[in-house]
C-alpha cells in the first residue's frame, strides 16, 4: 500500500525528473519504451532536430508537487465544487504537454512542459 501511495504522490514529477536527467543521455528508444509512441513527431526530411509531443493528463494530487508556492492544493476546492453533493470531491484534471527535442543522432536535447491550454488551471480556481 505505501509503495502504491508513493508511485501516485510522484506521478507528475517524475516526468520532469526524468526528462531532466535524461538530457543528452535519453534516446528516442528509451523514450518511447518509457512513454510509448508520441501523440506528434516531426522529423526534418533534410536532417536537424527531432520534436516530440506528450499530451499528460494529470490530477490536482499530482500537480501539488509541482505547483508554485501557495497553490498547493487549491485545486481541491476546485474539485469540490464540481463533485456531487454527498460523494465528495472529485479530481480536477488538467493537461500538460511534454515537448521534446531530439538531435539528430535521436539523443534528447531539451525538453519543457506546459498547460494544453495556457491559463486552464488558474481560470478554474479562480472559479
Not at 4 to 11: K, M, P, Q, R
Request: glycine share 12%; aromatic share 8%.
Amino acid at each position: 500500500m505505501a509503495l502504491a501511495l508513493t508511485f501516485t504522490a510522484c506521478g507528475g514529477p517524475w516526468r520532469d525528473t526524468y526528462f531532466k536527467k535524461g538530457v543528452d543521455q535519453l534516446t528516442q528508444d528509451d523514450v518511447r519504451e518509457k512513454l510509448g509512441n508520441p501523440h506528434t513527431a516531426k522529423t526534418p526530411a533534410l536532417g536537424g532536430d527531432s520534436v516530440w509531443t506528450y499530451r499528460v493528463p494529470m490530477g490536482d494530487k499530482e500537480l501539488e508537487s509541482i505547483a508554485s508556492p501557495g497553490l498547493s492544493g487549491a485545486g481541491e476546492s476546485v474539485g469540490a465544487l464540481l463533485g456531487k453533493p454527498g460523494e465528495g470531491p472529485k479530481p480536477t484534471l488538467y493537461c500538460y504537454r511534454y515537448t521534446l527535442t531530439f538531435n539528430e543522432q535521436k539523443v534528447l536535447k531539451s525538453w519543457k512542459r506546459e498547460e494544453c491550454v495556457p491559463g486552464t488551471r488558474e481560470t478554474l480556481m479562480a472559479q
